[in-house]
């Protein structure tokens, strides 16, 4: 087990303003949770199979805006993860390259933990790969170069690049080994910064 198992709960803030609730849940093979904005008018849910090294092996994920609903199911297929995205208009089959160490990231914040328990887990203070990136909104995935590094020697601030010149600072909490505490994100030329 790389992350401990339990529930957590997360705020979602941008400029100080809450935002949205996470709630998520981990044990020795899963990882759920649910993203919904404070108005209840969006709502993200991912359900997770981890292999017993703490790989993400298949990815369900729903999509829920007011009356409009999607949903996708993924499953990690050698170097490719597989799925098929469902929305009103129909379904789409798609297929991304997995990174040497075939990480995904399909939204919430244990994702993120993952990952960097990953890192940690080899003994690396930085790690520059590929993530198949499934997107919030659309459910579709894409194979995104990513960069990650320890910003401090006692290994409990991680600060992960998602794009150029987007990051997002992620603080572990010390007392649950590898679960993630805050996050702060730095979005260039946009919104001002989110924090959970």
């Known amino acids: 087990m790389i992350l401990p198992p339990g529930t957590y709960r997360y705020e ?3 400029a100080g303003a809450l935002v949205a609730f996470e709630e998520e849940r981990i044990t020795s093979l899963t990882m759920s949770g649910t993203r919904r904005s404070v108005d209840g008018a969006n709502r993200h849910e991912v359900e997770t199979k981890l292999s017993g090294d703490g790989v993400v ?3 369900s994920v729903r999509y829920q805006r007011g009356p409009f609903n999607r949903t996708a199911v993924y499953d990690a297929d050698g170097d490719t993860l597989r799925g098929r995205v ?3 208009a129909g379904r789409n089959e798609v297929a991304v390259a997995l990174g040497r160490y075939r990480e995904i990231d ?3 914040t244990f994702f993120k933990a993952l990952l960097i328990a990953h890192i940690r887990a080899r003994g690396d203070e930085r790690w520059t790969g590929r993530v198949a990136v499934i997107d919030p909104n659309t459910l579709v995935a894409a194979s995104l170069k990513q960069t990650c590094w320890r910003r401090d020697d006692a290994g409990r601030l991680w600060v992960y690049e998602l794009r150029m010149g987007e990051t997002e600072t992620i603080e572990i909490d ?3 080994a590898a679960s993630c505490t805050r996050r702060r994100i730095a979005r260039p030329h946009s919104e001002p910064a989110s924090e959970c």
């Open 57 to 59: 092996q298949r990815v």
């Open 106 to 108: 399909a939204g919430l």
């Open 174 to 176: 010390a007392a649950r």
């Open 12 to 14: 979602l803030r941008t």
């Open 86 to 88: 469902s929305a009103v």
